[in-house]
Nanobody, 122 residues
């Protein structure tokens, strides 16, 4: 299984970016995919997660600004990030696993991408 992120970059405060995570090699029809982020000197945190057919879940700090979604084939997840703030600056990772989609427990996530950098300047 491979996860490939794309879409990171640099924007000013209030700007938008859309991240993509393309999954290859996943055989299950339903799996959980999440976006995590890690800022310098901080622990990695879960940002948004969604299963192939379930409702999205978000960390409080991004509710109303970020939207996670699936493509029709359920092989790519998107993270639309609007109203970006400097505190959103981080390396963003997508991760996936087969075992439900109930938490951001990083130990549950079997597969991880390499990450894509998001930088928001004030």
């Amino acid at each position: 299984v491979q996860l490939m992120e794309s879409g990171g970059g640099s924007v000013q405060t209030g700007g938008s970016l859309r991240l993509s995570c393309a999954a290859s090699g996943l055989t299950a029809k339903d799996y959980c995919m999440a976006w995590f982020r890690q800022a310098p000197g901080k622990a990695r945190e879960g940002v948004a997660r969604i299963s192939s057919y379930g409702k999205p879940q978000y960390v409080d700090s991004v509710k109303g600004r970020f939207t996670i979604s699936n493509d029709n084939a359920k092989t790519t997840r998107y993270l639309q990030m609007n109203s970006l703030k400097p505190e959103d600056t981080a390396m963003y990772y997508c991760a996936a696993h087969h075992w439900g989609c109930f938490t951001f427990n990083q130990e549950d996530f079997t597969w991880w991408g390499q990450g894509t950098q998001v930088t928001v300047s004030s």
